[in-house]
């Protein structure tokens, strides 16, 4: 048992520290400000759009324009199955099913048609169907789930606080061992002016969240807090933990898939089909296979936007989606996984603040009402070409491939090793 801990924590030390110190932080950074708390979750629904969409266009090597149908079909879904009192967590796994469903069905026109002539038939197909559920409905589409009932658990709060305690005296324990192994005196005092800095930053984000959540139990122990106050508090905490572990569990998800023998198969197909078919693999069996797991994610993000914003409207289907998630995996880096995870934030936040900045645009500039909101895109699809001219693998994409030796001498450098 102690053999089995020591080489988890020695994993841990050499190759997933910086994702635990992440991790951790992002346990306790939104207790910093009620901004953070409010708005990061929004931006983590991006993070697993864009990273789903990398299963398709990152590993598959399949591109696609149809990316807002499983994230809108799953939004749907998930809005149906809450408001009729099924819980968060099994309308979730549907959603993702409906989606990887939505999307199979999609990529079966890829047996025939490949490449550019694909992507727009997905785009085709997605505005379709976005048209058919508009005439359909005689009615403006839109389904209210108001409050998530998994928003108001108090036990959910529980949760988050034993989760944030152990994964700081994790962190605690796994720097400590890092420090203790560390022979070089000089990369030594780096390591520990930069430990410090994080510790810092948990330790006060874990004193904040402890003594918010003690006033919060002392008010309602004492029945001084109305229920409005009850769900101001608790619902954001709820909300912002449970968009971070589900981001969390399905990045580990679909990492193991990357390095499983299917994520190598789809490599291979996605840099030499015509090899991978001599060898003796179904292609398309296996294009189908990404676009299922593709799919299932996106779904899930979909469901996970109802807890950001409550209301399912035909806007989830809207080719918006399509283009945060292309932008999020280009600028971040197709096919590195954790670059389309910070290049769905990057593009989550630049949309998100562009349009909060619109009033501004509107006194300097002589546009239209109808200019001003296409505004927006306009400015990300800009940043999106300055990527793609610059750093043309995007930005973690660059950082694996044409950063070698850079990574070696930071590696050098931090960790003391070669």
């Given amino acids: 048992m102690k053999k089995s801990l020591a080489n988890l924590i020695n994993n841990i030390q050499y190759n997933h520290m910086a994702s635990l110190l992440i991790l951790t932080i992002s346990m306790v950074i939104p207790f910093y400000s009620r901004q953070l708390l409010t708005g990061l979750p929004i931006l983590y629904v991006w993070a697993l759009l864009s990273i789903s969409y990398d299963v398709v266009l990152g590993l598959g090597g399949i591109p696609s324009f149809g990316h807002a149908t499983p994230f809108g079909l ?35 026109p890829a047996y025939r048609v490949k490449g550019i002539y694909y992507a727009i038939l997905t785009l085709a197909i997605a505005e379709v169907i976005l048209a058919l559920i508009n005439n359909i409905s005689r009615t403006e589409v839109a389904i209210t789930v108001g409050i998530v009932p998994e928003l108001l658990d108090i036990n959910i709060l529980w ?138 994610f996106a779904g899930v993000s979909g469901g996970l936007y109802l807890l950001c914003v409550p209301t399912a409207t035909l806007e989830v289907l809207s080719v918006d989606k399509t283009f945060i998630a292309l932008l999020g995996t280009v600028i971040g880096g197709a096919g590195t996984i954790i670059g389309p995870l910070y290049g769905g934030v990057i593009v989550g936040f630049l949309r998100d603040y562009l349009r909060r900045i619109i009033p501004i645009f509107s006194l300097y500039l002589p546009l239209s009402p109808q200019q001003l909101q296409i505004l927006p895109s306009f400015i990300l699809g800009f940043i999106y070409i300055i990527i793609v001219l610059t750093v043309p693998y995007g930005i973690m994409g660059s950082w694996y491939y044409k950063a070698i030796d850079l990574r070696r001498r930071i590696k050098l450098y931090i960790y003391g090793r070669g």
Avoid at 77 to 91: D, F, K, R, W, Y
Avoid at 179 to 197: E, F, N, P, S, V
Avoid at 224 to 252: A, G, H
Avoid at 274 to 281: M, S, T, W
């Fill in 74 to 108: 799953g939004a749907f879904t998930v809005a149906i199955l809450i408001s009729n009192g099924i819980p968060l967590t099994p309308a979730l796994i549907i959603g993702g099913i409906i989606g990887s469903i939505s999307y199979v069905s999609m990529g079966l």
């Fill in 159 to 296: 949760i988050y606080v034993v989760f944030t305690g152990f994964l700081t005296i994790l962190s605690l324990y796994v720097i400590l061992i890092d420090l203790k192994t560390t022979k070089i005196h000089r990369i030594l005092y780096i390591k520990i002016i930069l430990y410090l800095i994080i510790l810092i930053i948990v330790l006060y984000g874990f004193y904040y969240l402890l003594s918010s959540i003690y006033n919060f139990i002392l008010k309602l122990s004492l029945g001084s807090i109305q229920y409005t106050d009850f769900i101001r508090f608790i619902s954001p905490i709820n909300r912002y933990f449970i968009t971070l572990v589900t981001l969390m569990i399905s990045f580990m998800l679909i990492y193991l898939i990357y390095g499983s023998p299917v994520g190598s198969i789809l490599r291979g197909v996605r840099e030499n089909p015509l090899r991978a078919e001599v060898i003796g693999y179904d292609i398309f069996r296996y294009q189908l296979l990404a676009f299922s797991v593709s799919g299932f």
